[in-house]
């Protein structure tokens, strides 16, 4: 089985620049997660999709963070604009249903200059 | 969520086992212990959960002692690509909207 791709693998910008980051997850899996990992921290969760609903997304800085998952599928997290302490690695997970193990991808690592 | 108490660290020696212990002293009925483990530059990795009973599967040991108050994950013959960074938390079963809420896991350094 495939696991969830990420892209892209490293991104570079500057502060106040837009950034996006895209998940494909596990075929048929329902549940999608974005989380954030600042260096020597564990992952913080940003927000929870069930299909295209949203679940949580109580840890989502809402005034420059959005994601969406429109079709139920493919799941795209944008920044804009970028602050310094967004710098951090982005991880997508998926599993088939909320209550099941979390598979995570190998996340897109940002860098705010 | 109930929080959980590891220690930052640990060394083990190659092929010995590897017991990594959690304590979760506030862990609800509903609430199952969870372990995942982070290889340097990769996403996190799922490895074992358990509610009450002891579960085994191909990569480890999962240890819950009787009152469910601490955990021991146990990898029975650690080799060098078992180092990294290992995460126990406890999540709600039955809440579909409970996060799994990662602290700051003990990094595992197994030794030659």
């Given amino acids: ?113 | 969520d109930a929080k959980t108490t590891q220690p930052p660290s640990m060394d083990c020696a190659e092929g010995r086992a590897a017991n990594l212990p959690c304590n979760h002293s506030t862990i609800s009925g509903n609430e199952y212990v969870y372990w995942y483990r982070q290889i340097h530059s990769q996403g996190p990795q799922y490895i074992i959960h358990g509610l009450k009973n002891n579960e085994t599967n191909e990569m480890a040991s999962l240890i819950i002692t009787e009152d469910r108050k601490s955990s021991t994950l146990i990898l029975p013959h650690a080799t060098l690509r078992d180092t990294a960074v290992y995460y126990c938390i406890v999540r709600d079963y039955n809440n579909a909207g409970n996060m799994l809420t990662f602290g700051g896991g003990t990094r595992l350094m197994v030794k030659p």
């Fill in chain 1, 1 to 113: 089985e495939a696991g969830v791709a990420q892209s892209p693998r490293y991104k570079i910008i500057e502060k106040r620049q837009s950034v996006a980051f895209w998940c494909n997850p596990i075929s048929g899996h329902a549940t999608l997660y974005w989380y954030q990992q600042i260096l020597g921290q564990g992952p913080k969760l940003l927000i929870q999709f069930q299909n295209n609903g949203v679940v949580d997304d109580s840890q989502l800085p809402k005034d420059r963070f959005s994601a969406e998952r429109l079709k139920g599928v493919d799941s795209t997290l944008k920044i804009q604009p970028a602050k310094l302490e967004d710098s951090a690695v982005y991880l997508c997970a998926s599993s088939s249903r909320w209550n099941q193990p979390q598979h995570f991808g190998d996340g897109t690592r940002l860098s705010i200059l």
